[in-house]
């Protein structure tokens, strides 16, 4: 099998490479004077298997796993990972006139099998004209979280809807997990604690699948902090972390931000090489 790394999914694309020992191809990436992408794979395609690795952060790198995938078309079977999907999070039509722009995406990208890393809705897969994979990264975040050496350590979704990312992370690792239940007392107060267990004088990982702005993380962490924890961890699969987000986050009292490298970031300590990996060998 022949591996091509995206633009935004080099350093990814080498790890999930050196763990398969598959040919992992050079490619080209520029701009036309006139701000049009340019997309070139410098090496042969030497097997009938091809495996792009390409995260679609911006919009520039969408139309570059778009040239990619045109670019080999020839091979006999085209594999597509894309670890972190962006407009994924517009899967729905909440205005008249507004278009599903994570179907239209999905509906644009032509192969044989894809395969996403968390996706924001599983739903959205149903959009790709190929098979498409959700895979899971929470276990390898859990097993980071595992080696940290914290105190009493306790895993925390935002909501319930997130919990079971804090499930699957802590599975088999003899860490606790809990979610954050909001409680509103009257129109204008809403209150928030874990819904089971205390935090007090424990070390708390709050986990999600995408950290964007980080103004509700930043609530979240001061308010973990007000009732007694011991140091605030912040992981997510997916660190988009726009503007200033990373700065509101230690200004709320983080101790440290735990990503994947989905997104390649200077937080992105966790790989999900292994994850793709195992992933493309099953296939």
Same mark, same amino acid.
């Given at each position: 099998?022949?591996?091509?790394?995206?633009?935004?999914?080099?350093?990814?694309?080498?790890?999930?490479?050196?763990?398969?020992?598959?040919n992992?191809?050079?490619?080209?990436?520029?701009?036309?004077?006139?701000?049009?992408?340019?997309?070139?794979?410098?090496?042969?395609?030497?097997?009938? &298997?091809?495996?792009?690795?390409?995260?679609?952060?911006?919009?520039?790198?969408?139309?570059?796993?778009?040239?990619?995938?045109?670019?080999?078309?020839?091979?006999?079977?085209?594999? &597509?990972?894309?670890?972190?999907? #962006?407009?994924?999070?517009?899967?729905?039509?909440?205005?008249? #006139?507004?278009?599903?722009?994570?179907?239209?995406?999905?509906?644009?990208?032509?192969?044989?099998?894809?395969?996403?890393?968390?996706?924001?809705?599983?739903?959205?897969?149903?959009?790709?004209d190929?098979?498409?994979?959700?895979?899971?990264?929470?276990?390898?975040?859990?097993?980071?979280?595992?080696?940290?050496?914290?105190?009493?350590?306790?895993?925390?979704?935002?909501?319930? #809807?997130?919990?079971?990312?804090?499930?699957?992370?802590?599975?088999?690792?003899?860490?606790?997990?809990?979610?954050?239940?909001?409680?509103?007392?009257?129109?204008?107060?809403?209150?928030?604690?874990?819904?089971?267990?205390?935090?007090?004088?424990?070390?708390?990982?709050?986990?999600?699948?995408?950290?964007?702005?980080g103004?509700?993380?930043?609530?979240?962490?001061?308010?973990?902090?007000?009732?007694g924890?011991?140091?605030?961890y912040?992981?997510?699969?997916?660190?988009?972390?726009?503007?200033?987000?990373?700065?509101?986050?230690?200004?709320?009292?983080?101790?440290?931000?735990?990503?994947?490298?989905?997104?390649?970031?200077? &937080?992105?300590? &966790?790989?999900?090489?292994?994850?793709?990996?195992d992933?493309?060998?099953?296939?």
């Open positions: 099998m022949d591996i091509i790394g995206g633009p935004a999914s080099q350093l990814l694309a080498g790890r999930v490479s050196n763990i398969l020992k598959n992992l191809l050079i490619s080209d990436f520029k701009r036309f004077p006139d701000g049009e992408l340019y997309t070139r794979v410098l090496d042969d395609l030497t097997c009938d &298997v091809v495996t792009i690795i390409q995260s679609t952060v911006t919009d520039s790198d969408f139309v570059s796993l778009l040239q990619l995938i045109d670019a080999c078309r020839d091979v006999s079977r085209i594999n &597509v990972v894309i670890p972190y999907m #962006g407009y994924a999070r517009q899967d729905k039509r909440f205005k008249p #006139g507004e278009p599903i722009s994570a179907r239209a995406i999905a509906e644009a990208i032509k192969a044989d099998k894809v395969y996403i890393v968390n996706i924001h809705d599983e739903s959205i897969l149903d959009h790709f190929a098979e498409a994979v959700n895979l899971d990264s929470t276990p390898v975040i859990g097993k980071y979280i595992k080696n940290m050496k914290l105190m009493d350590p306790l895993i925390i979704s935002p909501d319930e #809807g997130a919990i079971g990312l804090a499930k699957n992370a802590s599975k088999n690792l003899g860490i606790d997990y809990d979610f954050l239940e909001k409680t509103r007392h009257s129109g204008e107060i809403v209150s928030m604690k874990p819904k089971t267990l205390a935090v007090k004088d424990r070390d708390v990982i709050i986990l999600d699948d995408i950290i964007s702005t103004g509700t993380m930043a609530e979240t962490i001061a308010l973990l902090k007000s009732q924890a011991h140091e605030v912040v992981a997510c699969v997916h660190p988009v972390l726009s503007s200033n987000s990373t700065l509101k986050l230690f200004r709320a009292g983080v101790k440290e931000i735990i990503a994947t490298d989905t997104i390649d970031k200077g &937080v992105s300590v &966790v790989s999900v090489a292994p994850v793709i990996a992933a493309l060998r099953a296939q």
